[in-house]
């Protein structure tokens, strides 16, 4: 069975960069066409879509945060990557990767990211 | 994009019957899915276009609606069902979810 784990510092300063990996393990990352996504819960518990890319990197970003987003996939390590510039408090969350680019049938654990300096 | 709202809180017993509402601010056909979170776990999806039920997810859950009116609508109550439950949209990007509704103990 298909499985996701996220991988990546668990805080950050205010203005540096985020990046985050998921591994995909159990399954190829090219099989499927899938799309696999990024999605982050603040605390509290507002869920937002981050955005998502396929095998052959086509992305999609949610608007918002598309001037400071960077998705990418590693088909030779199974893995796709998230990178978040200019970080503010406002992105701490958890972060969330996932499988679905309409319904999302596949969930890692999640990872904390805390900004704060 | 779109918004999906939802009530932030619904208290319940068990047994009772239990309907989560999620409105949308513009019509979205039948593109909505349906999540439930337990504390400390990511989200499991319990459905997707509005009414079909993910495998093994019992079937005391249902959901309906098309178009900007969706319900999930938990016919029995179980202990095991407190928690909180999302609606998600995919009939455009962004990809939006609600706020969430915590079914929580009465």
């Known amino acids: 069975q298909v499985q996701l784990q996220e991988s990546g510092p668990r805080l950050v300063k205010p203005s540096q960069t985020l990046s985050l990996t998921c591994t995909v393990s159990d399954g190829s990352i090219t099989s499927g066409g899938y799309f696999w996504s990024w999605v982050r819960q603040h605390p509290g518990k507002d869920l937002e879509w981050i955005g998502c890319?396929?095998?052959?990197?086509?992305?999609r970003y949610t608007p918002s945060l598309r001037s400071r987003l960077t998705i990418s996939v590693d088909t030779s390590k199974n893995q796709f990557s998230l990178t978040l510039t200019s970080l503010t408090a406002a992105d701490t969350a958890v972060y969330f990767c996932a499988r679905g680019t309409t319904w999302v049938d596949l969930w890692g654990q999640g990872t904390l990211v805390t900004v704060s300096s | 994009a779109i918004l999906l709202t939802q009530s932030p809180s619904l208290p319940a017993s068990v047994g009772d019957r239990v309907t989560i509402t999620c409105r949308a601010s513009q019509g979205i056909s039948s593109a909505l899915a349906w999540y439930q979170q337990k504390p400390g776990k990511p989200p499991s999806l319990l459905m997707h276009d509005a009414s079909s039920l993910e495998s093994g997810v019992p079937s005391r859950f249902r959901g309906s609606g098309f178009g900007t009116d969706f319900t999930l609508t938990i016919s029995s109550l179980q202990p095991e069902d407190f928690a909180t439950y999302y609606c998600?949209?995919?009939?455009?990007?962004?990809?939006?979810f609600g706020g969430g509704t915590k079914v929580e103990i009465k």
């Open positions: 998600q949209q995919y009939n455009s990007y962004p990809l939006t």
């Open positions: 890319i396929n095998y052959s990197g086509s992305t």
